[in-house]
């Protein structure tokens, strides 16, 4: 088990740090809700994300149980967003009845480990709706 | 009462003027909690987004394929954690722990064996070199010695020879006598070297007296 599990029932001191090893330093209950979410790094106006597992019941700065993984959302060079899983311990905490969040599922989605989540369709429905509409604004003009 | 607060919580744009010397900083841009409904806001019912009916359709038929395959991919998973621990705790009975013990133990022991072959040949060269270093070190501090001896010696001698002059019990008597036989006076000048300007007295030597 790992060292950072709470055996005996009893607060602890509340320590923040931003930044973590891989491994974490967050100390959680055996039994309690586990979440897997992300967790904004980066700075103004330029955001990153780290995909993280995490008690559900902390905040979103608190120490971390896991990182499992990376989310850039701005493109780059190449027009690309590049994100970063660590499949392996995803299928472990899911499996170990860890909750996700919904900006993850999408992620997870996209990336094919999970199926699409709902909202991406609807968005690119939507997305696709409005280029339609442009473009025959565009024609009649 | 709300207006008060808005100075606080809006941006006031005289406040930004040319030189900036007046910019004030926003950072809560919200109404508090605590305070009502703005005046403007009292009457404005929000419209409600609605969504269009086969799109709702699509929606809902979407959400309910999404959580029955996620629903069955997580069982999956949970089993599949399950099934690992279990094969991992057949793995580890306590005699396959003994055993993994008694196995390391025993390849330690010969690990150590290897290692202790070659401390001894080791720890002998260096006693053998330390042995060597102390030996020359006590020669050098012999010679040391000799050499310090030698200065000692020396200086004994020079000061036996210049002993002769000292004032002892039976030749204070004499001391005395040249003494007062030749009085020095002082009252003279000398020059900026130390040297005395008038001419210098020829001393009475006690073979004169």
């Not at chain 1, 120490?63 to 027009?79: A, L």
Request: aromatic share 10%; charged share 30%.
């Amino acid at each position: 088990m790992s060292r950072n599990v709470i055996e005996n029932v009893k607060m602890l001191p509340r320590i923040r740090n931003a930044l973590f090893p891989a491994s974490g330093t967050g100390q959680y209950y055996p039994r309690s809700a586990k979440t897997i979410r992300l967790f904004k790094q980066g700075c103004t106006n330029r955001p990153f994300y780290q995909v993280v597992v995490m008690e559900r019941r902390k905040a979103q700065y608190e120490p971390v149980i896991e990182q499992i993984g990376t989310y850039d959302p701005m493109p780059n060079s190449n027009n690309e967003i590049l994100v970063s899983l660590n499949y392996e311990r995803i299928r472990h905490w899911i499996g170990s009845g860890a909750h996700v969040s919904r900006p993850v599922l999408e992620i997870l989605g996209i990336s094919g480990f999970y199926p699409i989540y709902p909202k991406t369709y609807m968005k690119a429905w939507r997305m696709r709706a409005a280029d339609e509409k442009k473009e025959t604004e565009a024609v009649k003009e | 009462m709300f207006r008060n607060y808005q100075k606080l919580y809006t941006i006031n744009n005289l406040s930004i003027n040319q030189n900036l010397a007046g910019l004030q900083s926003v950072r809560w841009r919200r109404k508090p909690r605590w305070l009502p409904t703005a005046p403007s806001k009292v009457f404005k019912v929000p419209e409600r987004h609605v969504l269009p009916y086969d799109e709702k359709i699509e929606w809902q038929r979407l959400n309910n394929n999404y959580r029955t395959q996620v629903n069955s991919i997580r069982r999956y998973l949970i089993k599949e954690v399950e099934e690992r621990q279990k094969m991992f705790e057949l793995q580890e009975t306590p005699a396959d722990e003994e055993a993994e013990f008694q196995r390391c133990f025993v390849m330690n022991q010969e690990w150590n064996q290897e290692i202790a072959k070659g401390r001894i040949s080791r720890v002998e060269g260096e006693n053998e070199k330390r042995r060597e270093e102390i030996l020359l070190n006590l020669e050098k501090r012999k010679q040391r010695e000799e050499v310090i001896l030698h200065h000692v010696e020396e200086r004994v001698k020079l000061e036996k020879d210049v002993a002769e002059t000292f004032i002892t019990r039976e030749t204070v008597d004499r001391a005395i006598e040249i003494a007062l036989a030749n009085p020095v006076d002082f009252n003279y000048s000398i020059d900026t070297n130390g040297k005395r300007s008038d001419i210098v007295e020829e001393q009475k030597s006690p073979e004169n007296l």
